[in-house]
């Protein structure tokens, strides 16, 4: 009789998990609803601009990888994993769009949040680690074991994510902040304006459709998470490029590096990237 009252528990519970997931992934099944009409221009797109908005991901992404190779080999090949998950975020970013899932949200969310993290793992000056941590690597596996904890918590409130995820944005905006304080090259500080400025239009795009839809609904304009995704991945190309310089100074010696901008240098427009002049580049250990 006891193995049989298990295996009707087993199975029911087995049903109820498989119930569950198929929701996450059904259609409307997120809490979170963006400004733009639901099916306006598609019968099977919830989102069509805010869908289609994302494939500057998947141009953008490309050309960063190539611009940055050069000094992504002399630091470490990891840089490349920021815009390898660019790629992910795009394409996450399309399916939450698509369908308004809760499993796309969570996939979306989640996908940023660990580009933040390699982000972190990569870049932070080790000048700025707390005073327990001595090695890069230490800080590195510390970061993981904080972004492996958030993904799980993230299951819990999903509806939290994206506020947490525009926090630790914060964060980064101010640790860029800081480092120019000392620096004096016109250019590189052009682009920390450009960086922050952009993000922070980005930032205002991102709010006012979430808090100023009816307002956007009455001048029929319900665009603006679409003009986000733009901004936010040209404030991320800035942002890692920016990052990408001040790295090079630090952790890379003689390596004298040089903002370049792509395809059009001499009006500092396009898309920035590092160059390596230095004849003599060895890697510090870090």
């Known amino acids: ?33 963006w400004c733009e009409d639901n099916y306006r221009h598609s019968e099977t797109v919830a989102e069509y601009f805010n869908t289609m908005s994302n494939i500057i991901f998947f141009v953008v992404s490309p050309i960063m ?26 394409l996450f970013s399309m399916y939450f769009h698509m369908t ?28 700025h680690f707390p005073f327990f941590i001595k090695s890069r690597s230490t800080f590195s596996w510390m970061v993981l074991a904080i972004t492996v904890i958030t993904t799980v918590s993230s299951f819990v409130k999903p509806v939290a994510n994206a506020y947490a ?28 304006r450009q960086a922050i400025g952009v993000w922070v239009l980005a930032i205002s795009c991102w709010i006012s459709d979430r808090f ?41 010696p003689n390596s004298q590096p040089v903002l370049q901008y792509w395809p059009c240098d001499s009006w500092d427009l396009g898309l920035p990237y590092v160059i390596l002049k230095g004849p003599n580049k060895t890697k510090k250990s870090c």
Request: charged share 10%; proline share 2%; glycine share 6%.
């Open 1 to 33: 009789m006891s193995d049989l009252i298990l295996q009707v528990a087993g199975s029911w519970t087995g049903r109820v998990q498989y119930v569950v997931m198929a929701g996450m992934f059904s259609y409307e099944s997120s809490e979170v609803d």
């Open 65 to 90: 990888l190539y611009l940055l190779h050069p000094y992504a080999k002399e630091r470490s090949l990891a840089v490349h994993l920021v815009w390898i998950m660019m790629i992910f975020v795009g």
């Open 100 to 127: 308004l899932s809760l499993m796309g949200q969570l996939l979306d969310e989640l996908s940023i949040l660990w580009v933040i993290a390699v982000g972190y793992s990569v870049w932070f000056p080790r000048r």
């Open 165 to 192: 995820l525009n926090f630790f944005a914060v964060h980064v905006v101010y640790s860029v902040a800081v480092e120019m304080r000392s620096c004096t090259n016109p250019r590189v500080l052009r682009l920390a």
């Open 212 to 252: 100023g839809c009816s307002f956007w609904k009455t001048i029929n304009f319900c665009y603006l998470h679409a003009i986000w995704h733009i901004l936010i991945v040209i404030a991320t190309a800035y942002g890692s490029s920016l990052l990408s310089y001040l790295d090079a100074l630090y952790e890379i």
